[in-house]
């Protein structure tokens, strides 16, 4: 099966549709292309390399979700399609570039950063 191809334009589509939708909460996508779309949304959150505890993973799922399932989905989704590593031990994450092998992504789309909201160092804990 070849894979998926995700075009910058289709992905802002995407996300803008949700983001029109957000005060309702979108559904979370049934379909595999939207599905990876949706993920990389939020993957696109963390920076790469660095370390991040449970706390602070959820933190920025919840302050980008879109949609009308909880924060718990989304991070055993991120986990599952391989856009982040857990640890061992289920204490920290990491991003993960694994997903890349699942879709043809547009390299706009790979190149973009969804920034977030600036934290005090005792929230993120």
């Known amino acids: 099966m070849p894979p998926i191809a995700i075009s910058a334009d289709e992905y802002q589509t995407h996300v803008e549709r949700w ?3 957000s005060r ?3 559904a979370f996508p049934r379909r ?3 599905r990876l779309i949706a993920l990389h949304y ?3 959150a963390f920076e790469p390399e660095r370390v ?3 706390p602070q993973v959820n933190n ?3 302050d980008g979700n879109l949609f009308d399932i909880d924060h718990v989905q989304i991070r055993r989704y ?3 399609y391989r856009m982040l590593d857990r640890s061992s031990n289920g204490r920290s994450y990491t991003t993960s570039q694994e997903y890349l092998s699942l879709a043809d992504w547009d390299p706009l789309v790979l190149q973009s950063h969804r920034p977030n909201p600036r934290r005090s160092p005792a929230r993120e804990r």
């Open 19 to 21: 983001a029109k939708m």
């Open 24 to 26: 309702s909460g979108a």
């Open 32 to 34: 595999t292309k939207a």
């Open 42 to 44: 939020f993957q696109m």
């Open 52 to 54: 991040y505890s449970e």
């Open 60 to 62: 920025y799922i919840k």
């Open 78 to 80: 991120l986990v599952d």
